[in-house]
């Protein structure tokens, strides 16, 4: 069973930095393809980050994905935030691609604010 629990969100100023944490169960990693979301209120969940080296155009130079291996842990490392940025953060695991419908398994979320 895939259990992912992410951490590390909060309030943040605008131009700031927060770093997100996804851990993941069992052999997750070498299974599914991993990936960041985001959701803000009364918007779709929307890709934000995934594999290596896929972004999302409106987080690309600002973020970046990486993965401890030995630690089963995904991250998301977030710089220059803007206030655009607040969402509910979620990770997922799933065959890959960014339509959020395709990941089978998400965890609970993590709420990112930035204040302007």
């Known amino acids: 069973q895939v259990q992912l629990v992410e951490s590390g969100g909060g309030l943040v100023q605008a131009g700031g930095s927060l770093k997100l944490a996804c851990a993941a169960s069992?052999?997750?990693?070498?299974?599914?393809?991993m990936a960041w979301f985001r959701q803000a209120p009364g918007k779709e969940r929307e890709f934000v980050a995934g594999g290596s080296t896929n972004y999302a155009n409106s987080v690309k130079g600002r973020f970046t994905i990486s993965r401890d291996n030995a630690k089963n842990t995904l991250y998301l490392q977030m710089n220059s935030l803007k206030p655009e940025d607040t969402a509910v953060y979620y990770c997922?695991?799933?065959?890959?691609?960014?339509?959020?419908?395709?990941?089978?398994?998400w965890g609970q979320g993590t709420q990112v604010t930035v204040s302007s």
């Open positions: 069992g052999r997750t990693f070498g299974v599914y393809y």
């Open positions: 997922a695991a799933g065959p890959g691609g960014t339509t959020w419908s395709k990941y089978g398994y």
